[in-house]
C-alpha cells in the first residue's frame, strides 16, 4: 500500500511538472525523406551517382542489346542453322545471361554501398543544420518521425534552406 501511494504522488508530480513546461516546450519536425530528395547535398550526390555508375549501366546496357540480339536470331534462323552453330549461340546465350546477371548484381551491390555512404553525410550535414536551427530558434526537441504531426510544426523547408550552401 505504501509503494501504491508514492506511485500515485509520482504520477501526480510528473502530470503537474508536465503542465506546467508543456506550455513552453517547443518542438519542430523535419520530413527527412524530403532533405534527402530535395536539398543541395542530396542533389548533387544524386548527380554525383549518375555520372559515376552511367559508364556501368551503358556496360550492362550493351550486354543485354548483345543477348537480345542472339535471342532474336536463334528465334528467327533456330530452325534452318546448322546444329553446331546453333549450340555455338545458344553457348553464348548463356555465357551472356550470366555475365548479364553477374554484372547487375555487382552494380546494384556497388551503387546501394555508394548510397549508403552518400546517405550517411547528407545525415550528418543535415543533422548539424538541424541543430543550429534548434539552438538558434531555441526548439526543445526536433523530431525526424512521427506517426502523425501538425504542418505548423515542419520546420523541413529551413532544413533544406540552410543546407543550400553545404
Do not use: W
Request: glycine letters at 4%.
Amino acid at each position: 500500500m505504501h509503494r501504491l501511494l508514492r506511485l500515485a504522488l509520482f504520477s501526480m508530480l510528473v502530470f503537474f511538472v508536465s503542465i506546467g513546461y508543456s506550455e513552453e516546450l517547443k518542438i519542430g519536425f523535419v520530413n527527412t525523406e524530403r532533405v534527402f530528395k530535395e536539398s543541395a547535398p542530396a542533389v548533387r550526390s544524386q548527380k554525383k551517382l549518375q555520372q559515376e555508375f552511367s559508364v556501368r549501366e551503358s556496360e550492362i546496357k550493351a550486354v543485354d542489346a548483345e543477348a537480345k540480339g542472339i535471342r532474336l536470331k536463334l528465334e528467327k534462323d533456330g530452325l534452318v542453322l546448322e546444329e553446331t552453330q546453333r549450340r555455338n549461340l545458344e553457348a553464348e546465350l548463356g555465357r551472356l545471361s550470366r555475365e548479364m546477371q553477374r554484372l547487375q548484381r555487382e552494380f546494384q551491390e556497388e551503387l546501394n554501398l555508394a548510397k549508403n555512404t552518400e546517405m550517411k553525410v547528407i545525415l550528418k550535414i543535415a543533422n548539424e543544420a538541424i541543430q543550429k536551427i534548434a539552438v538558434s530558434e531555441k526548439f526543445d526537441l526536433i523530431l525526424q518521425e512521427a506517426v502523425y504531426r501538425s504542418d505548423r510544426l515542419d520546420i523541413t523547408d529551413k532544413v533544406i534552406e540552410a543546407l543550400q550552401d553545404k
